[in-house]
């Protein structure tokens, strides 16, 4: 049985688990991202995956990298329709 694994952690949560990565290791993170999430979450090596991806994010670009990309591409589209027109 395979439960989807949602991203919808906010900012000081994520930011709580990338700290006990740091700190403690990926499995403590792990187990955290677990309470946080109270799901049953079977495929660990994605949560592991993910923690990781989220901790270089912010070691390389800071708080900005945790923000949905999605503002991105609509701020990119609108720029393209301006630079058309």
């Given at each position: 049985m395979y439960f989807f694994i949602s991203k919808n952690l906010t900012v000081e949560q994520w930011l709580k688990i990338i700290d006990v990565c740091k700190n403690e290791g990926i499995r403590v993170a792990e187990l955290e991202y677990r309470i946080i999430k109270s799901k049953i979450l079977k495929h660990s090596c994605e949560i592991c995956k993910r923690i990781k991806t989220k901790a270089r994010l912010v070691d390389n670009y800071g708080m900005k990298s945790l923000i949905k990309k999605r503002f991105w591409k609509i701020q990119k589209k609108e720029?393209?329709?301006?630079?058309?027109?």
């Open positions: 720029m393209i329709l301006i630079i058309m027109e």
